[in-house]
């Protein structure tokens, strides 16, 4: 059985392509340093690739076992069974910090960024592949990596401010309002102190997240 999944977006082919590559490093870092189950890469390509003759970006990977979790249905039993795995996926997480705030990519050996699954020597933390702040960082690349949760959230909040001013964000109605409540939390920002994990370095850790949706999670009759 195969099963395609396309983005239906207005955004660039680099911005499509960085964020693919991403997805793809990031199944590839789960897959070779954890336990957490997660599919087999088998070949990825970026629209742009010169060899990829299908047109668009894909990833071919490993389908794996289960089914949607449907939670309402689940029973208590059930429910107990998957808050358990969950938090041990959590603490598996929490063996594989990073110094740094930003979204894994993979570089080949000359240094120069790659999408070949094959060729991938080593990985790295790059910017946030996000859609939506991709070209918010000067010369039109993506935001991060940072080093503190602080520098990241002034960094969101300040290319959200931006991207109102210029219509991007908001309508001709809302738009002050929109604006203001981002205003305010960078001068909520300048006056809390964050509470953060901290290494042996003193400085701060982080750790692979997912957006949390129940149809990414998958369980087993």
Not at 33 to 51: K, L, N, Q, V
Not at 178 to 203: C, I, K, M, P, Y
Request: net charge negative; with cysteine; glycine share 8%.
């Amino acid at each position: 059985m195969w099963l395609e999944r396309l983005s239906i977006t207005s955004r660039s082919t680099e911005v499509r392509d960085y964020v693919l590559q991403s997805e793809a490093t990031t199944m590839q870092f789960l897959e070779r340093h954890t336990r957490i189950p997660s599919p087999r890469i088998f070949d990825r390509a970026c629209e742009s690739d010169p060899g990829n003759t299908i047109g668009v970006g894909y990833i071919l990977m490993e389908k794996m076992p289960g089914a949607p979790l449907e939670w309402q249905s689940a029973t208590a039993i059930q429910k107990e069974k998957i808050v358990r795995q969950l938090a041990e996926i959590m603490l598996e997480i929490e063996r594989h910090p990073f110094d740094q705030l930003g979204s894994l990519i993979a570089t080949a050996t000359s240094g120069e960024t790659t999408s070949d699954a094959t060729v991938v020597s080593q990985m790295q933390l790059g910017g946030l592949a996000q859609h939506s702040t991709f070209r918010s960082r000067e010369g039109g690349r993506p935001l991060g990596p940072f080093h503190s949760s602080q520098d990241a959230f002034r960094a969101l909040v300040e290319a959200h401010l931006r991207m109102i001013v210029a219509g991007e964000i908001g309508t001709a109605e809302n738009a002050l309002g929109v604006f203001l409540a981002h205003r305010f939390r960078l001068d909520v920002l300048d006056r809390v102190s964050e509470q953060t994990a901290t290494d042996s370095n003193g400085g701060e850790r982080f750790f692979l997240k997912h957006e949390n949706k129940l149809k990414a999670v998958l369980s087993s009759k």
